[in-house]
């Protein structure tokens, strides 16, 4: 089979969803929905819980598939088939499920490593002296080396997610997926998670961040998507689409919506 890096069309979009359809125990979570995502763009697909952001990034991860219907297009980098290992590896996946699986005794090391072998920690494998640079060039980049010998189960929840981010980057991903990444974050650790994603997302790699919470949309992020309903309602520049309509809207409450540093803010409810 060839590598991964053969089989992505480079001048592809990263994902091209045209009007499909996702059904889970006879509810359907994604419907006619149709979207594109170029490579290295910085997105954020914002919706209350409910509105399918999962389904659809569990779509592009090939976790869900939509019905086949005439006229329906799912492409990733203009394949509609993929090896699902090869594919995973080069989207960085991190999410709160992710997180409860590897909420165990292993090593901050060996979540990293796990990530070359796609396994949950080490068993028989040995990872190579190669694996292990890798492994501690990015903790280096993500500042948590010193965390490296202490496990998951002894770290904060924060502490624990950069752990996981670094697992995901371990393949250079062509984009870090990021699924509702700030629950259970306090301030402190909300704080070093903005940092730890505003530097990738600078360093090249694309970010996409599914959230409910505007706060989490990084200033690097130029493009938001607004989810409701299994669909998208709203797409478009970041100050086009965060207004007090487009949220008071999506989120069903009246608001006013302010901007600080970069961040926005909603108000008023």
């Known amino acids: 089979m060839d590598s991964t890096e053969d089989q992505w069309n480079k001048l592809a979009p990263l994902v091209e969803f045209k009007n499909i359809t996702v059904v889970r125990r006879n509810l359907t979570v994604l419907d006619s929905l149709s979207v594109t995502l170029q490579a290295g763009e910085h997105i954020a697909v914002l919706g209350p819980n409910g509105a399918g952001k999962t389904a659809f990034i569990r779509t592009i991860t090939r976790e869900y598939y939509p019905l086949v219907r005439e006229g329906s297009t799912s492409k990733i980098w203009g394949r509609e088939r993929w090896n699902v290992r090869d594919l995973r590896s080069a989207l960085g996946i991190v999410s709160n499920d992710l997180q409860n699986v590897f909420a165990?005794?292993?090593?901050?090391?060996?979540?990293?490593?796990?990530?070359?072998?796609?396994?949950v920690g080490l068993f028989l494998q040995e990872p190579t002296p190669d694996m292990t640079r890798k492994a501690e060039q990015i903790?280096?980049?993500?500042?948590?080396?010193?965390?490296?010998?202490?496990?998951?189960?002894?770290?904060s929840t924060g502490e624990a997610r950069r752990f996981l981010i670094a697992r995901a980057l371990i393949h250079e991903p062509k984009a870090l997926i990021l699924d509702e990444p700030t629950n259970s974050l306090d301030l402190h650790a909300l704080h070093k998670f903005r940092l730890v994603i505003r530097k990738i997302a600078r360093s090249g790699t694309g970010v996409i961040l599914v959230t409910h919470n505007l706060p989490d949309i990084i200033p690097e992020i130029s493009r938001v998507i607004l989810m409701k309903g299994g669909t998208i309602i709203q797409d478009g520049p970041k100050d086009k689409v965060l207004t007090d309509e487009a949220i008071g809207g999506l989120f069903d409450v009246p608001v006013r919506i302010r901007i600080e540093d970069g961040y926005y803010y909603a108000t008023g409810y």
Do not use: A, N, Q
């Not at 005794?105 to 396994?119: H, L, Q, R």
């Open 139 to 155: 903790m280096d980049f993500l500042e948590i080396s010193h965390l490296k010998e202490r496990t998951m189960t002894e770290m």
């Open 104 to 119: 165990r005794d292993f090593s901050g090391m060996e979540v990293i490593v796990s990530g070359f072998f796609d396994s």
